[in-house]
Each structure stands twice: as C-alpha cells, then as structure tokens.
C-alpha cells in the first residue's frame, strides 16, 4: 500500500481545511488509518486515527472539537477536516496505515509524503 497526503495550503487562523489520504492499494478492515503531523523543529505526532472496518475514529486532545477524521471506502481515501485552525497547527501532516489501534508512529507502516499546512495569525 502506497499513501499520498494532499490538500494542504495556506490559511488564516480560524479558517478550516481538509486534507486527504489516498491508498493506492487495498486497506484491510483490519488496518487502521492514522495522521500525523510535525512542526518545525519538532518531533512527529499523533493527531488521529481511524479504523478501516467501523470508521471509529480518535483524536488527541489538542485538536479535539477542532479536527474530524473519515474515510471514503469507495475511493480508499482518508481524510482530516481541520476547523478554527491555529498557528500551532502549522506543520506537515502524514498519514500512515497500522494493524490496530496505535498513537505509536512505530506501528505504524507505508508512511506517505506528507503534506503542508500552514496557518497565518
């Protein structure tokens, strides 16, 4: 499986974006479909993840009301709706396929390029 982040941009802080995940090859219901993201100078985080077979999603506090995950089984995509975003949002943002649940990056496999969101104060 080969993933491929786009969709990400310039935006103005409280403005919204989204940005997506395409796998070009089959996602199992097993898998699950995180995103991560990381600032300059700084480690890569967990932001959220998704389980392929029931869609349940989970984000970390620092985004929660803020960003929401989904998924497209249709168009094998994934994607990251971030509203009122914040300067500190800044970062590039991956997403990565895992067996199960895991805020951990090292369960994580088929890291894609990821995708730059940039937010103006």
């Known amino acids: 499986v080969q993933l491929q982040a786009s969709g990400g941009g310039l935006v103005q802080a409280g403005g919204s974006l989204r940005v997506s995940c395409v796998a070009s090859?089959?996602?199992?219901?097993?898998?699950?479909m995180g995103w991560f993201r990381q600032a300059p100078g700084k480690e890569r985080e967990f932001v959220g993840s998704?389980?392929?077979?029931?869609?349940?999603?989970r984000v970390v506090d620092s985004v929660k009301g803020r960003f929401t995950i989904s998924k497209d089984s249709a168009r094998n995509t994934v994607y990251l709706q971030m509203n009122n975003l914040k300067p500190e949002d800044t970062a590039v943002y991956f997403c990565a396929r895992a067996n199960g649940l895991s805020s951990d990056e090292r369960e994580y496999r088929n890291w894609g390029r990821g995708t730059l969101v940039t937010v103006s104060s």
């Open positions: 090859g089959r996602i199992f219901s097993s898998h699950v």
């Open positions: 998704i389980r392929w077979s029931t869609g349940s999603t």
